[in-house]
């Protein structure tokens, strides 16, 4: 967000160019999000279990596994940026610019997921503070770096949108440092040691693909649904690109804190099964799905009240303000059902349910959303507004589902 803002107040064109790269660094990190389901999963069920040695051997296996993977797209994503960008609609005033940000932030690729693979999994046993701490720091370095780098300050040279790439680089190796040294010979419940067995075992990695997979293809699936919406709104010009990038800043400071509240039920959600205390998993889902409604209309209150001054941190061209503070009158409403379907999602993924939400998120983000998505964007000429109504159409979906599987209790009896 901050990288958002403080590039559009460089230029309307490197604003819209890294809006537009967002989704396919999303995409990059899709296999992270399953990983992370995955030593959510596992690892909170191993806390509840008293058990540290499996609960390790999950992080060591996860973290090889990761940095594979992570290596393998850096790959494609450097090759293939490009002609990428160039699906997802970036324009000839936007590409370079887009290309040059998404090649400089997949090049940092495997810190950010060995730090989202370890920061997972201290959140599963409760240590949410480390995390807090990691993800403070590195981003007071990247803010730090973006105003060195961006505009040029205190010796560095003007580099625009490379500079805001290398910053976060900068930021993500800083978070990765100071993840590792959280777990390396430390004294908790999940501790690393270069002597440790970093053998692979085919029963561990088993069990956490057994849980990941699941949420990996989903989360793949559903970038693919926000790929194919990236497109229809891309396609509407560099100036909506840019509103509606406005816009979804301003959408994701309710979705960022719901996200901590979905994290954190689905950690204790799966401490609670793994201590076999039903009643207190339910409990436990329940006052978080309660809070998400209550954060969300406060947060949907406040965004409204201060939707041009926050427009104006985004962008300093009047008509994008303009524009992203009239429409999110109407997006902030989606505020309501998204925030109780993640919450909901966080505690099914804490039991284990993957598959149940995978399927869910297929159907709703990949087909119904571009589909509602498209028709009333250009059909039915609705525009910007027709997007965010296919956006409205999933949550609401997602949200029943999500809830009747958490009220039928079918999670509580999954073996992970």
């Known amino acids: ?66 940095m594979i993977v992570s290596i393998l797209i850096t790959i494609l994503a450097i090759v293939f940026a490009r002609p990428f960008l160039w699906l997802v609609g970036a324009q000839d005033d936007t590409i370079d610019f887009a290309t040059t940000y998404f090649r400089f932030v997949s090049a ?73 040294f959280s777990v390396f010979h430390a004294k908790g419940f999940l501790s690393i040691h270069l002597l440790d067995d970093w053998r692979l075992s085919k029963s ?25 919406i990236a497109m229809i709104v891309n396609r509407l010009g560099t100036h909506t690109t840019a509103v509606n990038s406005v816009i979804t800043n301003m959408m994701n400071m309710n979705f960022n804190i719901t996200d901590g509240f979905a994290i954190g039920a689905g950690a204790l959600v799966g401490r609670a099964l793994g201590e076999k205390d039903l009643q207190k998993a339910f409990a436990y889902g329940r006052i978080s799905q309660i809070l998400s409604v209550v954060i969300a209309i406060i947060t949907m209150i406040l965004v409204i009240i201060f939707r041009y001054p926050l427009s104006r941190c985004f962008s300093n061209d009047e008509s994008v303000v303009r524009e992203a503070g009239d429409y999110i009158i109407y997006t902030s409403v989606i505020m309501l059902p998204q925030s109780l379907q993640w919450v909901t999602t966080g505690i099914l993924r804490g039991a284990g349910d993957t598959k ?38 999933d949550q609401i979906i997602r949200c029943v589902c999500n809830n009747i599987r958490f009220v039928n209790l079918k999670w509580m009896k999954l073996k992970v």
Not at 30 to 59: C, M, T, Y
């Open 356 to 393: 149940y939400t995978a399927k869910n998120s297929i159907i709703s983000v990949t087909f119904i959303r571009p589909v509602f998505a498209y028709v009333l964007c250009y059909p039915l000429k609705f525009g910007l507004l027709g997007s965010w109504a296919g956006m409205l159409v």
């Open 204 to 228: 561990v990695i088993k069990n956490i693909l057994n849980v990941s997979m699941a949420a990996f293809i989903e989360q793949l699936f559903m970038r693919v649904g926000f790929f194919i």
């Open 108 to 180: 940092g690729l495997i810190f950010n997921y060995i730090r989202l693979i370890i920061c997972s999994g201290q959140r599963a046993i409760g240590k949410t503070n480390i995390t807090l701490v990691t993800n403070v720091v590195s981003n007071v370095v990247n803010v730090f770096f973006n105003y060195c780098m961006i505009t040029g300050h205190l010796g560095f040279k003007e580099m625009g949108v490379m500079g805001a790439a290398i910053a976060t680089d900068i930021g993500n190796i800083v978070a990765c440092i100071i993840a590792f």
């Open 1 to 66: 967000m901050i990288d958002t803002m403080m590039v559009g107040q460089y230029s309307t064109e490197a604003f819209a160019a890294v809006s537009i790269a967002q989704q396919p660094v999303y995409i990059t990190l899709a296999a992270s999000v399953g990983f992370n389901a995955g030593i959510i999963a596992i690892v909170s069920r191993r806390k509840g279990e008293n058990d540290p040695k499996s609960a390790n051997q999950v992080l060591r296996h996860t973290l090889i596994i990761g």
